[in-house]
């Protein structure tokens, strides 16, 4: 790879995206579609900027950089996402906001941290599909539960089981669990028809407590654990790795979690270790000692999260189904 010389900011919406070079100075808006993307090549070859030695820097949008995505793979472009939030705090006190300038400081962000940048990977069709799914049954699961709740709800108020205000609801919960199974059976198809993926898939589902929603999660946030050298970074992603909290003699905070993190792994994680709680002996055993010590649950329950984890890139490092009773796993 050569070295990046050019750092293209990329503010990206539903309809268009603002380009911003960083050194250049100059800002091109174009349309979020193909035809707009062409319209980039057209700019950065007028702009005598070698696409061999560019990197566009954009902001983590979800279905809004998916296309673009694409097309810079196509290209052979190199492109990173970054947390909309690193790059506001590292810009300090700030004036304005346009479309235009949110361009120009991604770039500035992007130039400032070039050295640091990692190009995103070409992520498999299998995978981004995946991924798909596995938002478009998290959601369905969302309204499954309001709509659930609000059921019960109306029946502790004694609404009659014939009444249509139950009725109705009850018909779409039905047609949300028709929708979510055929959501997972394609899901599972897709992990049954990529070696890869089934392998890795079979060995996290071999770990006490990581069930077939947690496997599916990790191997998309991880791109099949390709994404992450180590269980430690991955802990930082999810949230659950601890970090010193202390300065100087006045400041002696305790060791404390980041708030900064993907919550929804959290939340994963946190299921999988009360019920691996319930159901490895090891970890149970481990849970009840340190909390008959006084030690926090909260903080106990957090180590579990982080000993599955660790088994979790354990078992795919070593390519072996987890062995329970095998110290040297935790």
Not at 59 to 74: A, P
Not at 204 to 213: N, Q
Not at 225 to 241: Q, S, Y
Not at 290 to 319: C, D, H, P, W
Request: with cysteine.
């Amino acid at each position: 790879m050569k070295k990046v010389k050019h750092i293209i900011g990329a503010d990206l919406s539903k309809k268009s995206i603002d380009l911003c070079c960083h050194l250049l100075k100059s800002h091109i808006q174009i349309e979020n579609t193909e035809q707009g993307y062409k319209q980039l090549i057209e700019w950065l070859n007028k702009q005598k900027i070698n696409l061999s030695t560019a990197m566009i820097v954009m902001e983590h949008t979800g279905l809004y950089s998916f296309g673009l995505e694409d097309f810079l793979h196509q290209q052979q472009i190199l492109f990173v996402k970054v947390n909309a939030l690193a790059i506001k705090r590292s810009l300090g006190l700030v004036r304005g906001k346009t479309d235009q300038i949110d361009a120009a400081r991604i770039a500035a962000y992007g130039y400032e941290k070039r050295e640091q940048l990692i190009p995103d990977r070409l992520v498999d069709d299998s995978l981004k599909r995946l991924q798909m799914l596995y938002s478009t049954r998290e959601r369905l699961v969302k309204h499954r539960a309001a709509l659930t709740c609000a059921i019960k709800e109306y029946r502790h108020i004694g609404i009659q089981e014939k009444d249509l205000i139950l009725q109705s609801q009850l018909k779409i919960v039905k047609e949300l669990d028709k929708q979510i199974e055929r959501i997972e059976n394609e899901t599972g198809a897709i992990i049954e028809s990529q070696e890869a993926l089934q392998r890795n898939f079979r060995l996290l589902t071999s770990i006490k407590g990581v069930g077939k929603v947690l496997a599916v999660a990790s191997i998309i946030k991880t791109n099949n654990f390709t994404r992450f050298d180590n269980a430690r970074k991955f802990a930082c992603f999810c949230g659950t790795a601890p970090f010193k909290h202390s300065s100087g003699t006045s400041i002696k905070g305790r060791t404390r979690v980041s708030h900064l993190a993907d919550k929804k792994m959290k939340t994963l994680l946190d299921l999988s270790a009360k019920t691996a709680i319930q159901h490895d002996k090891e970890l149970k055993e481990y849970y009840l000692k340190r909390t008959e010590m006084g030690k926090s649950k909260m903080s106990t329950i957090n180590i579990v999260r982080n000993k599955i984890l660790y088994r979790m890139f354990a078992v795919i490092n070593r390519q072996t189904p987890f062995v329970q009773d095998y110290l040297m796993v935790a």
